[in-house]
């Protein structure tokens, strides 16, 4: 590029612009080079459904096991790897290694929940991603009702028909959706309406101060109410303190997902709270 817009143009390039082109191509580098030798881990946060303190579904969230950096969280790559195509054979990765885990812990004789995975838009692509999908589920055993994937409102706004084809065929496979984020993006009821949604997840935006901001409280019941009346379920995102979860209660939240009841953890520190909540409600909890 730099010759077609002439010699001159030599000082469009600064040295700071270098350092950060430089750091930007070993990280997708190393990222590359992770996908390969599989450097990844999944860790994995309940939702809870609070009426009777069960664990109803898992989220499976990645982690990147560096060899020098330590654990990195997926805000440090995950946007890099959308950038760079390498979400699809990274989330191809995760969508697997989730399936599995669920269907062993059924195997196990643990208390069948879901399995939430999340998807970026750049997975969306017709033909590969019904057929990534049936491969994992097929592969792993797992039942498609015990998959959940979760979008964001951005997938929604870009969906063309396509897009929404793609998701018609998963839910008639049994896979259900959720709406991540909600309320921070552009979408509309429509999309609502034209997508196959199952749950709303309402951003932690939202639940961060509903127990002292009553337009929070009045955004919140208002989504809550709209998706009972659309048969939807609805989870709370980032629940941090019993105040929160009492608001939420009071609106008639079901499910809830947050630091109240675990951070997202590894497959073997989890297992320890199945089947504890039948005993007595919601005492894997940190208030309990
Ligand atoms: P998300 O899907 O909305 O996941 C929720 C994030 O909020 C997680 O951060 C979780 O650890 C954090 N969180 C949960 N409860 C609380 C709470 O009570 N308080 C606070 N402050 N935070 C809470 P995490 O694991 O760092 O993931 C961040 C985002 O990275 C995710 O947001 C998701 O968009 C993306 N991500 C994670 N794993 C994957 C993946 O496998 N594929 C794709 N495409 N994206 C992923
Ligand atoms: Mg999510
Ligand atoms: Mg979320
Ligand atoms: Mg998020």
Redesign the pocket.
């Known amino acids: 590029r730099a010759k077609e817009h002439g010699r001159n143009n030599y000082q469009l390039y600064t040295p700071e612009m270098n350092t950060k082109a430089v750091e930007r191509l070993s990280l997708e580098n190393s990222l590359r080079k992770a996908i390969e030798r599989e450097e990844f881990v999944l860790?994995y946060?309940p939702k809870v459904n609070v009426e009777h303190g069960q664990i109803s579904c898992m989220?499976?969230?990645?982690r990147w096991q560096h060899p020098t950096l330590g654990v990195v969280?997926?805000?440090r790559f995950?946007p890099l790897a959308?950038e760079t195509g390498l979400?699809v054979p990274?989330?191809e990765w995760?969508l697997r290694t989730a399936c599995r885990q669920n269907k062993e812990w059924q195997d196990i004789g643990y208390p069948p929940m879901q399995i939430a995975?999340?998807?970026?838009p750049r997975?969306l692509q017709p033909g590969k991603t019904v057929a990534m999908v049936e491969a994992a589920l097929r592969d792993s055993r797992l039942d498609p009702h015990w998959l959940v994937l979760?979008i964001?409102e951005s997938v929604l706004m870009a969906g063309d028909e396509a897009t929404v084809e793609i998701f018609r065929y998963l839910e008639r496979l049994g896979v259900q959706i959720a709406i991540?984020?909600f309320g921070i993006g552009y979408s509309s009821l429509y999309y609502l309406k034209k997508f196959p949604v199952h749950t709303l997840?309402i951003d932690?935006s939202f639940i961060r101060d509903i127990a002292s901001n009553p337009d929070d409280e009045a955004i919140t019941s208002a989504v809550i109410s709209m998706a009972h009346g659309l048969n939807l379920k609805v989870v709370a995102?980032?629940?941090?303190t019993v105040d929160q979860l009492e608001v939420l209660r009071s609106l008639k939240c079901r499910y809830m997902?947050?630091?109240?009841f675990s951070?997202?953890m590894p497959a073997d520190q989890v297992v320890p709270m199945f089947g504890r909540a039948a005993e007595s409600c919601l005492n894997f909890c940190r208030w309990c």
């Open positions: 860790h946060q989220e499976a969230l990645v969280p997926p805000a995950i959308e979400i990274l989330g995760v995975v999340n998807l970026s997975q979760e964001t991540d984020d997840k932690r995102e980032g629940v941090e997902q947050g630091y109240l951070r997202p």
